[in-house]
C-alpha cells in the first residue's frame, strides 16, 4: 500500500490520469494554494464509467498540503464559549474554525476514495457527494468570514482530524470515526452554535449552522448504513465503540446536550443514544464547537 505524506509543497501522485476522480481528490488533498484548497474545480461526474480508474491500488496519503502562509499549530485555543459570541472577533475567530473543520471533512472523504479502492463503487460515489457538500459548508462559512472582515488564515488552525482519520486501517473504521463519531458529534455542535449566534443577533450564521446541521443528519445515516455493510451486522453501540481506533473513545464524540432528534433522524435507535449519553463526558473533539 503507498504512503504519501505531502509538503507544503507537494504535488499529487501521477498514477492517476488526469480526469479521473482518484486524481481529483489526491490533487485537492496535495493542494498547496489557498484557492485550490478552498475552492477548487469540481469533480468528474461519479455516475460516468470514465470518470474512475479501471485498476485503483490504495493510496493512504499521510498529511494534506497546507499554503504556507497558514498557521498550523500543534495546539489551538479552546473554542469561544456561546455567551462570548456577542463579541464580532469571537465569533469571526469561531467561523474561522468552522472553515478548517468543514476542510478537513472534504479532504478525509476523498483520502478514504483513495485509501479503500476496492469498497463498492456506490459507496466511493457517495464519499465525493459527501465531500462536495462539506466544501459547500465551507463557503457558506468564509462567506460569513468575510463579511466580518476576516479571510481564512487570519488565525492559525489545528488538523486535529488528519492526526486520527488516517490511522483508520479499514472501511468500517473509517465510517465509524468519520461520520458516526466526527459528523455526529457536529450534530450537536451545530444545533448548539445555532442558537449562540442567535442569541447574539447573528441570523444569517443561525441559518447556516442549522443548514450544515440537517445536512449532517445525511451524513451520519450514511455512516450507519455503510457500517452495517462492513461489518455485516446492524449498528450496534459496542461494535461502534470496538471500531473507533484507539485511544479514542466515544466519550469525545459527541457534544452535550445530546441532539436527540437529529440523531434519530440519521438511524441512531433509543438504544445506542442511551448508551452514548451515558459515556462519562471529556472535552470535545468532533465538531465545530471544539478546538481546531
Known sequence: MNQIEPSNRATAPTCASPQTLERFCADFICASTVEEKLSPKSPPNPREESSWEPAPVPLRLAAPGRPASWRVVSRSLSAPRPDALRAPQARARLLHTFVHHELQAAELFAWAVLAFPDTPREFRAGLVRLCAEELGHLALYRELLRRDGHEFGDFPVRDWFWQRVPTCATPAAFVALQGLGL?????????????????????????????????????????????????????????????????????????????????RSAGLDDAFLARLEREPRERGVGGPGSAS
Not at 189 to 195: C, D, G, M, T, V
Open 183 to 263: 459528523e455526529g458529534a457536529n450534530l450537536e455542535h451545530s444545533r448548539r452554535y445555532a442558537e449562540a449566534f442567535r442569541a447574539a443577533g447573528d441570523l444569517e450564521g443561525a441559518r447556516v449552522l442549522e443548514k450544515v446541521e440537517r445536512d449532517e443528519v445525511g451524513h451520519v445515516a450514511f455512516a450507519a448504513r455503510w457500517f452495517e455493510h462492513f461489518t455485516g451486522a446492524p449498528l450496534d453501540y459496542d461494535r461502534w465503540r470496538e471500531s473507533l481506533p484507539p485511544p479514542l473513545t466515544p466519550a469525545v464524540l459527541q457534544g452535550r446536550p445530546l441532539n436527540v432528534s437529529a440523531r
